[in-house]
């Protein structure tokens, strides 16, 4: 049996994948990270629900709920790196999101942009843990957001996330 503590060896990996230090934090994403926040709407158009991960417990946080995301590949787009990272961990299909803008997190040597989207019109997204990163994926209610142990950063940020979608 795996130890849940230990990284597996099965992990999606590529040149911009390691910490960099800032102050006196690291960071993980050595050309910055990306993530996206997906929600879907109620029949008034109001976001009801987002994707949420539930972070593997060997990785940085881990345990904690956050969006699907990572680690930057060298010259990659944050919406392509958040869209390839929703992908590889939370099986969700690029041409199923409807980009609506982004948020940047900026620190002197280090940047994560969240990409908040909508489902796409004419798709349907069903989320799970496609990968060894996720203990779970699932569509969370707003309503139920409160009760989950966010990754700090993510909880601190998620009501101004909220603001972009309208």
């Given at each position: ?18 910490w ?14 990306a993530?996206?926040l997906?929600?879907r709407?109620?029949d ?20 904690t ?12 787009k ?13 099986a969700i ?6 980009v609506?803008?982004?948020h940047v997190?900026?620190?002197p040597?280090w940047?994560?942009t969240t990409v ?12 799970r843990a496609a ?9 969370v ?8 142990s ?9 009501p101004r ?5 309208g």
């Open positions: 049996m795996p130890n849940p503590t230990v990284p597996p060896s099965d992990l999606h990996r590529h040149d911009g994948d390691g960099v230090t800032c102050g006196d934090h690291r960071h993980w994403g050595l050309f910055g990270a993530g996206l997906l929600v709407r109620d008034a158009g109001a976001p009801s629900a987002m994707v949420l991960q539930h972070r593997a417990l060997w990785s940085h946080m881990g345990g709920w956050g969006i699907p995301g990572g680690a930057l590949a060298p010259d990659e944050p919406e392509d790196g958040a869209l390839r990272e929703a992908a590889e961990e939370a299909d690029p041409a199923a999101v409807h609506v803008g982004t997190l900026e620190h040597a940047t994560y908040v989207a909508d489902v796409a019109p004419g798709h349907v997204v069903e989320p990968d060894p990163e996720s203990l779970e994926v699932r569509w209610g707003l309503d139920e957001v409160d009760g989950l966010l990754l700090p950063a993510f909880g601190h940020a998620l996330l909220l603001t972009l979608l």
